[in-house]
């Protein structure tokens, strides 16, 4: 028999234990090994609960206990996290973690004291809740040269955008009612802003080329300026706003974003509404290929921790390889990228945006005080030049190509 430890008994880590008790027959089938939580490492006691009696404060407990063959990282944050998995991994115990922002700082790291140790680091949760994406980054796309990872990767934001564009309801009337039904944090900022969307891409991107992306080096823009007008002149054009996070290995050098997108109905992600997650993969042979789920809550996340767990069953004392090295890659200037651009100016600026932009594709919507328009593909850096001539802008929108 194997034992399992928790670390963190919040939303997730709870989610684990449930998971692990609710389906133990098939699990321990498939693991090829009985498994049972030995322990639940939190702060706070649990009176009442049926695992009560498991719950310890101390994580030495834990670390010394040679039962204890795999971990669960459940946390967050990267500050006792990242402290207790090192600690495991050089151990000899396998960690299976749903910490998006501990994979992001520190994964080629900890996947190389995993190596050392004859143990593994598994972060199947980290990205993309209950969607299988790692793994066919990992194993089923090895054949593959990925040349490009685009992905709607937070579900906050893609349930905001949706009820504006289903809606035609302004950005602060749907977050308060995302926050009132549970699906944004009392303090949005991460999700808002796209910092989380930009540390799940960073490991995507980390995954794709085998080097390491630094999500410090990625160009972030969130949603918080987009409006229901927005999404007037985007059905005018048959288009939706996404929030996309992507990476492209071009010849004109890496680059990884993450912002606000106009993106056409003919797109396989236009589709992903709500809370759903997607990621859209390109490999040079295979072509297209998209990951589609629920990209968070308590269940789906926790079933992709405990498929890890499974996994590391399966290879007590075997490191399953993860291809990607602590070397650094160079992420291009945002202001090379091309591409076109959805804008809106005041009717007073239409004579100058047309000097600005020469040729340009007016948008109407019947809104006699704005001049809105569609660029000709440019670079990011030419586009801002010429949004400078004019004095700036209402809004603009990137458009996916």
Same mark, same amino acid.
């Given at each position: 028999?194997?034992?399992?430890?928790? %670390?963190?008994?919040?939303?997730?880590?709870?989610?684990?234990?449930?998971?692990?008790?609710?389906?133990?027959? #098939?699990?321990?089938?498939?693991?090829?090994?009985?498994?049972?939580?030995?322990?639940?490492?939190?702060?706070?006691?649990?009176? $009442?609960?049926?695992?009560?009696?498991?719950? &310890?404060?101390?994580?030495?407990?834990?670390?010394?206990?040679?039962?204890?063959?795999?971990?669960?990282?459940?946390?967050?944050?990267?500050?006792?996290?990242?402290?207790?998995?090192?600690?495991?991994?050089?151990?000899?115990?396998?960690?299976?973690?749903?910490?998006?922002?501990?994979?992001?700082?520190?994964?080629?790291?900890?996947?190389?004291?995993?190596?050392?140790?004859?143990?593994?680091?598994?972060?199947?949760?980290?990205?993309?809740?209950?969607?299988?994406?790692?793994?066919?980054?990992?194993?089923?796309?090895?054949?593959?040269?990925? #040349?490009?990872?685009?992905?709607?990767?937070?579900?906050?934001?893609?349930?905001?955008?949706?009820?504006?564009?289903?809606?035609?309801?302004?950005?602060?009337?749907?977050?308060?009612?995302?926050?009132?039904?549970?699906?944004?944090?009392?303090?949005?900022?991460?999700?808002?802003?796209?910092?989380?969307?930009?540390?799940?891409?960073?490991?995507?991107?980390?995954?794709?080329?085998?080097? /390491?992306?630094?999500?410090?080096?990625?160009?972030?823009?969130?949603?918080?300026?987009?409006?229901? %007008?927005?999404?007037?002149?985007?059905?005018?054009?048959?288009?939706?706003?996404?929030?996309?996070?992507?990476?492209?290995?071009?010849?004109?050098?890496?680059?990884?974003? &993450?912002?606000?997108?106009?993106?056409?109905?003919?797109?396989?992600?236009?589709?992903?509404?709500?809370?759903?997650?997607?990621?859209?993969?390109?490999?040079?042979?295979?072509?297209?290929?998209?990951?589609?789920?629920?990209?968070?809550?308590?269940?789906?996340?926790?079933?992709?921790?405990? /498929?890890? &767990?499974?996994?590391?069953?399966?290879?007590?004392?075997?490191?399953?390889?993860? =291809?990607?090295?602590?070397?650094?890659?160079?992420?291009?200037?945002?202001? %090379?990228?091309?591409?076109?651009? =959805?804008?809106?100016?005041?009717?007073?600026?239409?004579?100058?945006?047309?000097?600005?932009? $020469?040729?340009?594709?007016?948008?109407?919507?019947?809104?006699?005080?704005?001049?809105?328009?569609?660029?000709?593909?440019?670079?990011?850096?030419?586009?801002?030049?010429?949004?400078?001539? %004019?004095?700036?802008?209402?809004?603009?929108?990137?458009?996916?190509?």
């Amino acid at each position: 028999m194997i034992k399992i430890a928790v %670390l963190g008994y919040g939303t997730v880590g709870s989610g684990v234990v449930e998971v692990i008790e609710t389906n133990k027959t #098939d699990i321990n089938k498939k693991a090829g090994e009985d498994l049972a939580v030995k322990y639940i490492l939190d702060l706070r006691d649990f009176p $009442g609960d049926p695992y009560e009696k498991k719950v &310890v404060h101390d994580f030495d407990v834990i670390l010394q206990d040679e039962e204890v063959k795999i971990i669960c990282e459940t946390m967050g944050g990267a500050t006792y996290a990242y402290d207790y998995t090192k600690k495991a991994l050089l151990a000899g115990k396998s960690v299976c973690t749903s910490n998006k922002e501990l994979v992001a700082a520190h994964g080629p790291e900890l996947l190389r004291l995993a190596r050392e140790n004859h143990c593994n680091y598994l972060f199947e949760a980290s990205v993309g809740g209950g969607i299988p994406i790692i793994r066919p980054l990992n194993y089923s796309l090895t054949a593959e040269h990925i #040349d490009g990872i685009t992905g709607i990767l937070n579900g906050t934001t893609n349930y905001i955008l949706t009820k504006m564009d289903r809606d035609g309801a302004d950005f602060e009337d749907v977050l308060k009612e995302a926050q009132e039904k549970g699906y944004a944090e009392r303090n949005p900022e991460a999700d808002v802003e796209g910092y989380d969307a930009c540390r799940k891409i960073a490991i995507l991107s980390s995954l794709m080329t085998g080097k /390491s992306v630094n999500y410090e080096d990625i160009y972030t823009e969130g949603i918080t300026k987009i409006t229901a %007008l927005d999404f007037k002149y985007a059905g005018q054009m048959n288009k939706s706003v996404k929030l996309l996070a992507f990476s492209q290995d071009t010849e004109d050098g890496f680059f990884a974003m &993450v912002a606000p997108f106009m993106i056409s109905k003919d797109h396989p992600l236009y589709i992903v509404r709500d809370v759903f997650n997607a990621v859209y993969v390109h490999g040079n042979m295979l072509g297209d290929s998209m990951y589609y789920g629920r990209g968070a809550g308590k269940l789906p996340t926790a079933s992709a921790v405990v /498929s890890d &767990v499974v996994d590391c069953a399966r290879h007590q004392g075997k490191t399953i390889m993860c =291809f990607w090295d602590e070397e650094q890659v160079k992420v291009a200037d945002i202001g %090379l990228a091309k591409r076109k651009f =959805f804008v809106r100016v005041s009717a007073d600026k239409r004579e100058a945006a047309m000097a600005a932009f $020469g040729a340009l594709a007016e948008i109407n919507v019947g809104i006699a005080e704005e001049f809105a328009f569609m660029t000709q593909t440019m670079s990011e850096k030419e586009f801002t030049e010429n949004i400078e001539k %004019l004095g700036g802008c209402i809004n603009r929108i990137r458009i996916m190509a």
